[in-house]
């Protein structure tokens, strides 16, 4: 049998839109058909009569609604395992091999990797590309404050106990009810509570005051106050995902606290990747100009000879460099504080011979040694193991 694309039973409920299904008005011999042979109970016999209407039908009758009828016809008799075991191609699995999409602006940045500045990425030759709103959810404050929605909810169960019961033509008519219904549902807390979209959160970031607190937790975490700061990789991701729109903001507002901070940024981030991480430096820079992951692959190949993943591209931009540039940001504050505000405790790398403060940033901790501290320092020893793994 030919694979027919319709949703699982479950999601059917909730997603299918069924609001074509009745427009269609040169359906007579379809809808005879299904009065006559709705008691027919394997998917095999209906088979052969939808083989017998479409051999009889002009083919200008045949419109995708009429075809999407006789299709749920036929799927209707199966139940989920053998609609996985015929390989059947419902929405809930679609996503395995079709790219979805979110339209409404938040949903694209939160899915972007490089946010605002990746709109344009969405520019894409594949056509079957699904473009779905942003999931809502009926709360239970929605039930408790949306006048009739709990009621509607009542009536979906007691409907679904019905369909569980009925069988035929009965059966399929109650499933376009609870369709309907689940689809009111959501119509009616809109209609209540409209829902509300942010427009471009960078715009208002050259006002944002970024006064702020700096301390060492517990742990010896430099922690901050401000709203935004390099100290949390969470921070350094979305200022890198909106670069350039917040360079574009505040280029000449000069009396703005996120110009400063992205000079700031710009120091930082030449610090912690261009002489130790080249690769992830030319990474950063192609990813701020937009390039896609694809091409940032070749660029990466042709310059340094290594092919990564488009998967691990993604890796590195979103978890690795931001965690290196938060770190450079923590251990540079640390070194100001115990020099200029602080007295700390400073020792020599017995290997690369530097002195470097003594801090979980820089050494490793150890009891059996006098001070607390391995002799070498975390930069040499990471070094030391990587070469090791390289053997």
């Not at 488009?310 to 540039?325: A, D, F, G, H, Q």
């Not at 602080?342 to 470097?356: A, P, T």
């Not at 006098?370 to 930069?379: A, E, H, L, V």
Request: some cysteine.
């Amino acid at each position: 049998m030919e694979e027919y694309t319709i949703m699982e039973e479950d999601s059917f409920f909730e997603d299918e839109d069924n609001d074509n299904i009745n427009k269609e008005n040169n359906n007579e011999t379809l809808n005879e058909y299904i009065k006559m042979d709705w008691d027919l109970a394997t998917s095999e016999e209906r088979v052969k009569k939808v083989e017998e209407i479409i051999a009889n039908t002009p083919p200008e009758k045949l419109t995708s609604n009429y075809l999407e009828r006789m299709a749920d016809y036929l799927v209707f008799p199966l139940n989920k395992e053998e609609r996985k075991q015929k390989k059947i191609l419902t929405k809930n699995r679609s996503n395995a091999t079709i790219n979805k999409r979110e339209t409404s602006f938040e949903g694209l940045i939160s899915k972007l990797e490089n946010g605002e500045d990746g709109l344009y990425n969405m520019i894409s030759d594949n056509k079957n590309q699904l473009l779905d709103p942003p999931k809502q959810k009926i709360t239970q404050e929605d039930l408790d404050t949306i006048p009739g929605l709990k009621e509607l909810q009542d009536a979906i169960e007691k409907t679904n106990k019905e369909f569980k019961l009925a069988t035929g033509k009965r059966k399929y008519l109650l499933k376009q009810q609870i369709i309907e219904m689940y689809q009111d549902q959501y119509v009616l807390k809109k209609a209540f509570n409209q829902p509300m979209y942010s427009k471009n959160l960078t715009k208002t970031l050259a006002k944002i005051n970024l006064n702020e607190d700096i301390f060492i937790d517990a742990e010896g975490n430099v922690c901050s106050t401000a709203i935004i700061n390099f100290f949390n990789p969470a921070h350094i991701v979305a200022i890198l995902c909106n670069y350039s729109g917040l360079k574009m903001e505040t280029w000449d507002k000069f009396d703005s606290d996120i110009y400063y901070l992205l000079l700031d940024f710009e120091e930082l981030v030449d610090k912690a990747l261009e002489k130790d991480y080249p690769l992830l430096y030319k990474l950063l820079i192609y990813k701020i100009d937009g390039k896609t992951n694809a091409e940032i692959q070749e660029l990466l190949e042709a310059e340094f000879g290594v092919k990564h993943s488009v998967e691990y591209i993604s890796s590195l931009w979103r978890n690795k460099i931001p965690k290196i540039i938060a770190e450079t940001a923590s251990r540079d504050w640390l070194n100001w504080h115990y020099t200029f505000e602080e007295r700390g405790h400073w020792k020599r790398c017995g290997k690369c011979g530097q002195i470097k403060l003594a801090h979980n940033k820089f050494f490793s901790k150890n009891s059996a040694s006098k001070d607390g501290w391995y002799s070498i320092c975390k930069d040499c020893r990471n070094a030391k193991t990587k070469e090791k793994k390289m053997r």
